[in-house]
């Protein structure tokens, strides 16, 4: 039954064709091999999400109304309702993470260079894509904590010059957050950022499958030198088995954390009532929100808050780009690399922990 | 004082410099001259711009010599002549009888404020204060030493020495003053007591304007002490149920009879502290044993009512306990938490219906609560083995997992030993 699939199969879409390269396509061995698999992580953690969240839809209704009864009601009578709301937060959170230490292990293996320069653009506008995620996400239970933090996040939004007023109207379909607002992030939630990631990813692993595995430049001249040196193992099955091995253990993680510290959901936002205590985001936009609350509030002739919401914006941009300023033959430009990779390291963990530890 | 003693004859001349000057410019301005001037004098004589035109009476239009005649639009001398119908300083006798003037017109009133009440006047009449002034004794509170004067607010303002929020500090500022309060035999306590009262937390510290003060129950213009038939009543204005139950109950007789005055007889008045259960006990807080006899019939009925309240507390504090431990492992309690909320109403209830003094009915209560409380611990039972469950289910997909792990790696090893590297 199988061999007649696969032979009906074979005679209209020439299977060896496509298996084919897979089938060629090797993946170097060296001692910094492992890092090779956040990127796989996160996409597994990303398809985690695709799947709780179409199971979510089911029961989710977007409205100031009813947005908060309607999860509460799958995380308490849905059956395994909590089960799938806790993994969908918590495979939201662990993919930031697991995008962020793949962008970083990047930037230090210098993966991003010649030619995999757009790989590394695409990289990042998928970063970029996954705190919109994260940030509509963040709103769509309606709790107080979000119902804030979604304001104040707007606000910073509506600081930026010229367009910002309109882009924080645009983002809270009005002046204030509103039912409205629920509405509109769960849109770009549902549908318009899946959209745009699927795309991008497609684009990302077609690029990453083009170039195949950048092997860092220690590792590369050595194998230059010798071409005995070099190792590589089989894409297929070789590595991929690697790569489920690897998912199975994020999936172990992902339903240890859900089981034991299943996601909270709070109090149903007031919107007449005055700002809790400690009211912050999500850990992912802790460093900038800390940042900006430490600006002072004017800087030279300018607002405090427009000059780092600036900066963010400048470097986010530049940050993007820096595979162009790493061309080969310049060695002060990698250098300003590596630096601004271990500045920007290091000021995110202390901005977070700081915006952690401070009252 | 003794400062401005030994420089009043320099001050006099100064002002009299400051007068001179006032008179030949402030002419030309052809505004208020009194503020020209005043404004520039030391107190008591100052009345600075910001105080005169925070006045409630300068927004409304009045000016100085609304009170204190006069014509403000023209230069000193003229300005305070007689002839212009300078008064000059209103005496303390005459103040009440002043400001009645126009805030005892109902139809002058009604022009700035049609809902603001005009008996002020005649209530302070009826009050020991007014009672007192009419003999004599300028001692006693009138309309400024409340109010104040030159800056005065609207009550509602909070910064108005007549808001509720800064009532009783007001009233504090002669009634807490025992030098000044001797000769009157009353106490100067009340508002020590007070300001460690129920009702003090509950207005100053938690800004509840519905919380009392001391005009709530002494009243304002017509400010008395309740008497010994009207304290009830005037407790009641708030705690409706406990007067309806009082109302009914036996104590009601017995105190009349007694000429006892009511809630304060339990409760006391000015530092009325926060109602416990104990009040109930035979404890150093205990009240019912004050009157009663130990072992008799209504001892016997106080000591079942307080086992059944301590009962019902005791029931709703273990499902609270039990549904923070839930909490704490991540279990959603909402509804739960919703249900605790409603046993302890129930358990307020009984505390309410304990002025009825009839078991029977404080019984019905803590029934009710009982049922709640029973229901909200079964629910706090089931979310705990709701989350046993899930990690006995997160076990087992964890051993799975590994299993599978394990098995991959096998696999992975045995390919590549069986197959040459690329």
């Known amino acids: 039954m199988f061999a007649r699939l696969q032979d009906w199969l074979a005679d209209r879409f020439h299977w060896a064709d496509i298996i084919g390269p897979l089938k060629k396509k090797t993946v170097p061995i060296h001692k910094l091999s492992y890092w090779y698999f956040l990127g796989g992580i996160t996409l597994f953690l990303f398809l985690i999400q695709v799947g709780t969240g179409i199971l979510l839809l089911l029961y989710y209704r977007p409205g100031a109304n009813e947005a908060f009864e309607s999860v509460q009601y799958i995380m308490t009578r849905v059956q395994f309702g909590w089960l799938v709301r806790s993994i969908h937060s918590w495979a939201a959170n662990l993919m930031i993470f697991t995008a962020f230490a793949h962008m970083f292990s990047v930037v230090f293996l210098r993966a991003y260079r010649k030619p995999r320069e757009l790989t590394w653009v695409s990289g990042m506008l998928l970063l970029f894509l996954a705190m919109g995620f994260g940030f509509s996400g963040y709103l769509l239970p309606w709790n107080t904590l979000a119902f804030f933090a979604t304001k104040v996040g707007t606000e910073i939004v509506g600081q930026v010059p010229v367009i910002g007023h309109s882009l924080m109207v645009f983002l809270r379909g009005g002046e204030d957050v509103t039912g409205a607002t629920l509405t509109r992030f769960f849109g770009f939630h549902v549908a318009v950022l899946p959209g745009l990631t699927t795309l991008l990813v497609l684009i990302h692993l077609a690029l990453v499958q083009y170039f195949g595995m950048s092997v860092p430049p220690g590792v590369e001249s050595r194998w230059t030198a010798s071409l005995e040196a070099a190792r590589q193992m089989k894409f297929f099955p070789n590595f991929v088995l690697r790569e489920f091995m690897a998912w199975y253990i994020a999936l172990g993680v992902l339903g240890a954390l859900a089981a034991i510290l299943p996601w909270e959901l709070g109090t149903k936002a007031d919107p007449f009532a005055p700002a809790p205590a400690g009211i912050r985001p999500e850990w992912y936009f802790m460093f900038m929100f800390q940042t900006l609350k430490k600006i002072p509030a004017k800087v030279w002739f300018m607002d405090g808050e427009v000059v780092g919401i600036l900066v963010f914006g400048v470097a986010g941009f530049l940050w993007m780009l820096l595979p162009f300023f790493d061309q080969a033959g310049h060695g002060r430009g990698r250098k300003l690399i590596m630096g601004a990779g271990v500045v920007a390291l290091s000021f995110i963990i202390a901005m977070t922990i700081y915006g952690y530890m401070a009252k | ?422």
């Open chain 2, 1 to 422: 004082m003794d400062t401005w003693r030994n420089n009043r004859h320099r001050r006099a001349l100064f002002q009299l410099l400051v007068v001179s000057a006032c008179s030949s410019t402030a002419f030309a301005q052809a505004q208020n001259t009194c503020l020209d001037c005043h404004g520039a004098l030391d107190p008591p004589l100052q009345v600075t711009e910001q105080q005169f035109t925070s006045d409630i009476h300068s927004q409304k239009g009045l000016t100085c010599a609304s009170c204190h005649g006069g014509d403000p639009t023209k230069a000193d001398p003229d300005a305070m002549s007689k002839t212009a119908g300078f008064r000059g300083k209103i005496e303390r006798s005459q103040i009440p009888a002043l400001c009645g003037s126009c805030h005892s017109d109902a139809a002058f009133m009604r022009k700035y404020n049609p809902s603001l009440r005009t008996d002020q006047l005649s209530q302070y009449k009826t009050s020991v204060h007014g009672k007192l002034f009419a003999k004599g004794d300028t001692k006693v509170a009138v309309c400024i030493d409340c109010h104040g004067v030159h800056g005065l607010r609207a009550a509602s303002d909070t910064r108005s020495k007549v808001h509720p929020l800064n009532v009783a500090q007001t009233c504090s500022r002669c009634h807490a003053d025992a030098s000044y309060m001797k000769g009157y035999s009353i106490r100067t306590d009340q508002f020590a007591q007070y300001s460690g009262s129920v009702h003090h937390d509950a207005l100053v510290v938690r800004s509840d304007l519905s919380a009392p003060t001391c005009t709530t129950c002494h009243g304002n213009h017509g400010a008395a002490p309740p008497g010994v038939d009207s304290v009830q009543n005037v407790c009641s204005k708030c705690h409706v149920f406990q007067d309806q139950m009082f109302e009914k109950s036996s104590h009601k007789v017995a105190f009349q009879s007694a000429g006892l005055p009511g809630c304060v007889v339990c409760h006391g008045n000015h530092g009325i502290s926060h109602p416990t259960d104990a009040k109930l006990g035979t404890g150093p807080q205990a009240t019912c044993m004050q009157c009663h006899t130990p072992g008799d019939s209504c001892d016997q009925a106080r000591a079942e009512m307080l086992t059944s309240l301590t009962r019902l507390d005791g029931a709703i504090n273990n499902a609270h306990n039990l549904l923070g431990v839930a909490e704490s492992s991540g279990m959603e309690v909402s509804q739960a938490r919703l249900d605790e909320d409603q046993a302890r109403d129930a358990l307020t209830k009984a505390r309410v219906t304990i002025h009825s003094f009839r078991k029977e009915l404080v019984d019905h209560d803590i029934q009710e609560g009982l049922q709640i409380a029973s229901k909200t611990l079964q629910a706090g039972q089931n979310a705990l083995a709701e989350r046993d469950y899930r990690r006995k289910g997160l076990g087992l997909a964890l051993v799975f997992i590994l299993m599978s792990v394990v098995g991959l790696f096998l696999y992975i090893r045995q390919l590549e030993r069986d197959a040459p590297k690329v």
